[in-house]
């Protein structure tokens, strides 16, 4: 039998409680009535907003709050949440016929475009306007991107980041996201081969996600798109490369759980997990969700849940997601606990060490010759900044 979980014991502030509470009357996991038990509560606004922005879950909130807190919200703050949620609302359809429009495109010049998160997502939502709009993100076959980019950019595309031909070809190469923006629609698009990048703890290679795919008809738009089981185990991994520091990724998750609670093979999932170690991630994903928003998992997973996985689950609810109170030495040691043995570990890091992030690229010599350089440095670049820089978050967070 599945535990309940209530928010009220959580060990967090009165104002995180209260936010859990809007996403689950608003994602329906609970009744309005949760909400009255604030009615009298010291409730600072500010910071509830506050947590709103870091978490980006401002249409979620606002729809709990709307009818029943609208007269107790000061002016300022319930004028902030109506405008992003109303501008969210409109964003959310411009995107979907977006996707469908890079899809079809790119289709009709050979280029065989998989959607990965985004509007695909929303669709599990009650209303698919209630998750805040992101980035589009697709996976196209590498040799492929520049011509793709090429398109893209003749059909109002512009690139977000300006690099020489070299530095592009070497951010593409190692496995990194290459960004556009189309400054009419407001639309930002990642475009990967692998849909992780290269430094995400696990990579999940292109070539393995083409055997997993499915056919959606979205409208007139026929897509392809991962499985189930194949989206799950991303979400999983993408929401444990940032320690489910946010909570539009944990609803993600929650409410993908609970819309396909009967549709998924967990013999599959657990058999990928294991081949690609990543049990312990997913036990983590599976725990936070369940722990947060009573997320339904099957006992035969629930049973199997590490204690030391539980222990960090609870450490990152009490100490991480609204409180930092989580050491850089306890962060580094939950990441590593997390990757399991010593070759997985290592292969994170050296990863860590050698692919580049965007803020990187303008030291990146504009010549391919001469990057080897750029590599030689690099390494003592990053030593000097995690012992000397207190901003540096090589080993605060699982980045880009």
């Not at 936010?19 to 949760?34: E, F, H, N, R, Y």
């Not at 798109?225 to 993408?238: A, D, S």
């Not at 049973?303 to 996985?309: K, L, R, T, V, W």
């Not at 900044?385 to 540096?392: G, R």
Request: hydrophobic share 40%; aromatic share 12%.
């Amino acid at each position: 039998m599945q535990t309940h979980y209530k928010t009220q014991d959580l060990p967090i502030p009165l104002e995180a409680r209260f936010l859990i509470d809007c996403l689950k009357v608003s994602l329906q996991q609970a009744d309005q009535d949760v909400l009255e038990t604030y009615a009298d509560a010291a409730i600072d606004w500010d910071y509830v907003l506050e947590l709103t922005n870091d978490h980006l879950v401002y249409p979620l909130v606002y729809e709990a709050l709307k009818d029943t807190f609208a007269d107790v919200m000061p002016e300022e703050i319930r004028s902030q949440y109506q405008a992003i949620y109303m501008q969210n609302k409109l964003q959310s359809i411009v995107i979907m016929q977006e996707l469908k429009r890079i899809v079809t495109l790119l289709a009709d010049e050979g280029i065989m475009a998989v959607p990965v998160k985004g509007p695909l997502l929303s669709q599990v939502y009650p209303e698919p306007s209630l998750r805040s709009v992101g980035d589009l993100d697709i996976s196209i076959a590498r040799n492929q991107i520049e011509r793709a980019v090429d398109i893209l950019m003749a059909n109002g595309y512009v690139k977000a980041v300006d690099m020489s031909a070299g530095q592009e070809r070497l951010w593409i190469e190692t496995r990194q996201g290459y960004e556009l923006d189309h400054p009419d629609l407001n639309v930002s698009l990642d475009i990967h081969s692998d849909i992780t990048s290269g430094r995400s703890p696990i990579m999940l290679p292109r070539k393995q996600m083409l055997k997993y795919l499915q056919e959606v008809q979205i409208d007139d738009v026929t897509m392809h798109v991962p499985t189930l089981e194949y989206l799950f185990f991303f979400l999983c991994i993408h929401g444990t490369k940032h320690l489910w520091m946010q909570f539009k990724s944990l609803c993600d998750l929650s409410q993908f759980l609970f819309h396909y609670e009967n549709r998924l093979d967990w013999r599959w999932i657990r058999k990928m997990a294991r081949r690609r170690s990543g049990e312990k991630m997913i036990y983590l994903s599976l725990y936070m969700c369940e722990r947060i928003f009573n997320a339904p998992v099957p006992a035969e997973v629930r049973a199997d849940y590490p204690d030391e996985i539980i222990a960090i689950g609870d450490r990152l609810i009490e100490s991480w997601l609204f409180v930092p109170g989580c050491t850089r030495f306890e962060i580094t040691k939950i990441k590593l606990t997390l990757l399991g043995n010593v070759m997985n570990q290592l292969d994170y890091f050296l990863r860590l060490v050698w692919i580049p992030q965007k803020h990187n690229m303008p030291n990146l010599p504009e010549q391919a010759a001469y990057y080897p350089v750029y590599y030689v440095i690099r390494p003592f670049q990053l030593a000097w900044n995690m012992l000397f820089k207190e901003e540096n978050k090589m080993f605060s967070t699982w980045t880009e």
